[in-house]
């Protein structure tokens, strides 16, 4: 889909400007990936050699990498997802996220903002506190998540299944996004989640895809920093 608005750009059908720094963000994977295995005295010396052969501006290069290693409190940079759906998730999210880059960048840098405070590297989920402010971050959050993944592979968490259902229908949240219960916390958790399959279990069990954690991580990378930041 980028590669299509680009196209179109190129032949004038002035198309707003993206705010991804890449917009070929499958080359920006592969670029990062690749730093990410060497050791991290060397990344700075290799970057050129990497960006060239990733065909990646060597302004670009040093923006992206810039994003990429003030993420983690680790030397690893970017998080592995495994999976076909995974990967199909992610490679939807990633074309979802580029058009609202293109046509409401403001809505993108609110997830992504939103993404980077509650972003921890040791875990695949979001927690939010109790408190009105946090409920309303994560209202804004998941509408804005629903619009680059969609609802049914979302699920929040509370101590409660009353208490998640109540939360989405105060704030007007997709009714696809799945329920989950952890009896021991009050606070709100919301993660991208595959369906697990057990023959001995009846009822479908969901579990952390990672899918969140990789794309928060991109999104991150690839967005162009904000001047006010």
Not at 195 to 220: P, R
Request: aromatic share 6%; proline share 1%; net charge positive.
């Amino acid at each position: 889909m980028s590669s299509q608005l680009i196209q179109r750009s190129a032949e004038g059908e002035g198309i707003q400007h993206s705010i991804f720094i890449g917009a070929r963000y499958d080359a920006v994977i592969s670029f990062i990936r690749e730093i990410d295995r060497l050791r991290p005295e060397l990344r700075e010396k290799e970057l050129e050699n990497i960006a060239i052969k990733h065909g990646i501006h060597l302004i670009n290069a040093r923006e992206l990498y810039k994003n990429a290693s003030g993420l983690n409190n680790n030397d690893k940079l970017i998080t592995q997802v495994k999976g076909q759906t995974a990967q199909a998730i992610i490679t939807t999210a990633l074309d979802n996220a580029y058009n609202l880059s293109v046509q409401k960048p403001d809505q993108l840098r609110e997830f992504v903002s939103i993404y980077k405070q509650k972003h921890i590297t040791s875990r695949s989920y979001l927690k939010f506190g109790i408190k009105k402010s946090q409920h309303e971050l994560l209202g804004d959050f998941l509408k804005i998540g629903c619009q680059i993944i969609a609802a049914q592979h979302w699920q929040l968490t509370s101590s409660g299944a009353k208490e998640v259902r109540d939360f989405k229908k105060k704030h007007k949240l997709d009714s696809a996004i799945r329920v989950g219960t952890n009896q021991n916390s009050t606070e709100f958790e919301v993660r991208v989640v595959r369906k697990m399959k057990f023959k001995s279990e009846k009822k479908a069990t969901y579990e952390s895809s990672g899918v969140l954690k990789f794309l928060g991580e991109m999104l991150v990378i690839l967005l162009e920093q904000d001047s006010e930041e």
